[in-house]
């Protein structure tokens, strides 16, 4: 199935990097469940593939759908996140400097600080959404200018075109964890940045049933050392998990404006009601950036925060939930709500946390495809408790 250079972003999700079986014609990408591959001879050439650690045809489809989607020149598949965003930092070598995003996800901080500092890597955290803090931090020695935005759980959002133009001026790499929004809603190579990493386990899987990572890069230079990397370090993804993200990739479009559609009203509501104390979501004319949102994203994303004001309301909101599951994790079709200073930020030091805002109090939403009506009317009956 060949793609026009025309081709429109759903057409691409769904199309991109995958072919027909050529043994059966399946019209989806068969789940190559194999270690290793049968050669002809010795010492004659082979079909392109070796061992199931350096090539697999399940996750070869997956990492050229997903290059394509966010028009990047190639994608490597790792076996989280995590495990993506470590494969970038092997590109460093001791004494090299990164800028990072203040409010940055727990596990991100935990692994530079906690691992990759111990290696002679330093890191420094400024606010990326205010361009002028970003320039004053960059060094001789800074290599990468790591931005999330939106971050995790504040939603502060970062000017991606102006954070590069300032960074290349230093000859330093842009990097986005692009997770958070997903490729429908923004795509940094576009807009300047070198290289994006993705949680698959969100937006691009969708459905909650698969953990994985991916690199897109466009630079050759990294391109090379990123297959090297990912053959020789081997954190790759496996076959069934490629195929569960490639099966995620074909709907995101239709996944992604249903959740910018639920996820509006849900802030809508909660902004109004009287027991919350603050609500953030970019799509609110509140939000700090919300000019920038509508400017640099298409939609404003699943993911709400909002502020009952102590730790005490907080888990009286959570425990009397009956629709929206109690979990760490985003991006699925289903409703699910976390308690970021005690889930997925606890990683991050408490007078950290209260610099961010992030207080005992804040409860985070990623909001799912279901009826808005009933995401709400169990808001309404949770919120009714305090």
Not at 129 to 148: D, H, N, R, V
Request: contains cysteine; aromatic residues 6%; hydrophobic residues 40%.
């Amino acid at each position: 199935m060949k793609l026009t250079d025309r081709a429109r972003f759903s057409t691409i999700c769904i199309h991109a990097g995958q072919e027909p079986d050529p043994a059966t014609g399946a019209i989806i990408t068969p789940i190559y469940q194999t270690s290793t591959y049968v050669q002809d001879g010795l010492g004659q050439p082979h079909a392109g593939f070796e061992y199931g650690r350096t090539q697999n045809p399940t996750r070869m489809a997956l990492e050229r759908n997903i290059a394509a989607i966010e028009a990047g020149s190639a994608a490597f598949a790792f076996a989280s996140g995590m495990a993506a965003i470590d494969a970038i930092l092997t590109r460093l070598q001791s004494g090299d400097h990164v800028v990072v995003s203040d409010n940055t996800y727990g596990g991100t901080f935990r692994l530079f600080e906690r691992v990759r500092r111990k290696f002679g890597l330093d890191f420094s955290y400024v606010d990326t959404s205010k361009p002028e803090l970003i320039g004053p931090a960059l060094t001789p020695k800074t290599k990468y200018l790591f931005i999330e935005t939106p971050t995790n759980p504040m939603l502060h959002i970062t000017d991606i075109r102006c954070a590069s133009t300032i960074a290349h001026e230093k000859n330093v790499r842009v990097v986005v964890d692009n997770t958070f929004a997903s490729p429908y809603i923004q795509r940094p190579l576009t807009l300047g940045a070198d290289i994006v990493v993705h949680s698959t386990t969100k937006f691009l899987n969708g459905h909650s049933d698969s953990v994985g990572g991916v690199v897109i890069l466009k630079h050759d230079d990294d391109v090379e050392w990123m297959k090297f990397v990912q053959n020789a370090a081997g954190g790759i993804l496996g076959p069934m998990d490629s195929w569960l993200v490639l099966r995620g990739t074909k709907t995101m479009t239709v996944r992604m404006e249903r959740t910018n559609e639920n996820a509006q009203v849900l802030a809508e509501y909660l902004e109004a009601h009287p027991k919350v104390k603050r609500t953030i979501y970019p799509g609110l004319a509140s939000h700090p950036q919300h000019a920038l949102a509508r400017k640099q994203m298409k939609g404003f994303g699943g993911l709400i925060s909002f502020d009952v004001g102590s730790l005490e309301a907080a888990r009286g909101v959570l425990n009397h939930l009956k629709l929206m599951a109690l979990a760490e994790s985003l991006g699925g079709v289903e409703t699910l709500i976390s308690h970021p200073a005690i889930m997925t930020h606890a990683s991050v030091p408490a007078d950290r946390r209260a610099a961010l805002g992030i207080t005992d109090g804040l409860i985070r939403i990623s909001v799912g495809i279901e009826d808005v009506e009933d995401l709400q009317a169990d808001l309404a009956q949770a919120l009714e408790t305090l």
